[in-house]
């Protein structure tokens, strides 16, 4: 029974990233056929909106590493959550920032 507690313990951390992966590039997809995708006029805010989802996975990888000192869980766990849940913070910032003209 323990090691079973302890496969999913292990397995828990790849299945919730891997589900937020599959939700984020499942979304881009279907706007990309529809053709809905973000785009602004000038360069500079188009770069920054392109680069939304890889800054939010950088800050969740950051944020991850700063509590995992904090609270007592494995540091690769912890990474690979950060970086899943930043990857979702910022598909939800892009979204935000593509609406606004």
Known sequence: MGSMMEIGRILFPLVVVAGIAVFVI??????????????????????LLDSLLPLGMLAGTAVSV????????????????????????GYFAYEVYSRKP
């Open 26 to 47: 499942k979304r881009l997809q279907s706007k990309h056929k529809q053709g809905t995708l973000g785009k602004k006029k000038s360069k500079s805010a188009q770069s």
């Open 66 to 89: 700063i509590i995992s000192m904090i609270v007592q869980i494995p540091l690769l766990s912890i990474i690979g959550l950060g970086a899943g849940i930043g990857l979702l913070v």
